[in-house]
């Protein structure tokens, strides 16, 4: 597709029970960024993919969160046992390249409620 | 401190008014800048990228002082749909080049 895809748009979780997110960038695009934002805040950084470089993981709040990013294109964002402060809505952003002078494009968000 | 750092506002400005804002970044190795936009539930949207010589397109205008390590954003003949979070975002040119974003300024303008 022409922008950047996140599924499921929505998402309604119980309590400790596991999630995950998918994200699909815009064909050929090298880098992609998580974040998160709770509602009235800003954005914040979970975790970083740059073509086969090891991802910079520094944003992840804790262990119940993973990224893994297959062959360059799709991510999927895992959260394990979920909480109710893990209600946010998450975004994917993808660029071209390493220095993206363009800029990034998200996608329009999945809305995780926990329940 | 944070990276890049932004009043949060919220500046109220009447519709026809000219406002700006400016954004600090910490690290000099900064080498490209955006601002984004936000709608309220909507995903950021590039606004325009933040050349070294200053830019301008329609009614933004960009700037980018070094020296100081800011840029800033003016807005003139402020329009009702102007109203939105405007992000500022920094990007290092190194082996990482992670993008930074800033919390964002609300920006409500009135009738």
């Known amino acids: 597709g022409a922008g950047v895809s996140q599924s499921p748009s929505n998402k309604v979780t119980e309590k400790g029970k596991d999630v995950e997110l998918r994200c699909d960038p815009i064909s050929g695009h090298t880098a992609l960024y998580w974040y998160r934002q709770s509602l009235g805040q800003g954005l914040e950084f979970l975790i970083y993919f740059q073509g086969n470089s090891a991802p910079d993981k520094s944003g992840l709040p804790s262990d119940r969160f993973s990224a893994e990013r297959t062959g360059g294109s799709v991510s999927t964002l895992t959260i394990q046992r979920t909480q109710q402060e893990d209600s946010a809505v998450y975004l994917c952003?993808?660029?071209?390249?390493?220095?993206?002078?363009?800029?990034?494009?998200f996608g329009s968000g999945t809305r995780l409620t926990v329940v | 401190r944070k990276e890049v750092e932004q009043d949060p506002g919220p500046f109220n400005v009447p519709e026809g008014a000219t406002v700006a804002f400016n954004c600090t970044y910490s690290n000099s190795a900064s080498q490209s800048f955006f601002w984004y936009r936000q709608d309220c539930r909507k995903e950021p949207k590039l606004l325009m990228s933040?050349?070294?010589s200053g830019n301008e397109d329609g009614r933004f205008t960009a700037q980018l002082n070094r020296a100081s390590q800011y840029i800033s954003l003016l807005i003139r003949d402020s329009k009702l749909s102007d109203s939105a979070t405007y992000l500022c975002?920094?990007?290092?040119?190194?082996?990482?080049?992670?993008?930074?974003f800033g919390s964002g300024t609300r920006l409500s303008i009135r009738p």
């Open positions: 952003a993808s660029g071209g390249g390493r220095i993206q002078a363009g800029g990034y494009t």
């Open positions: 933040v050349y070294s």
């Open positions: 975002v920094a990007q290092m040119y190194s082996s990482a080049s992670k993008i930074i």
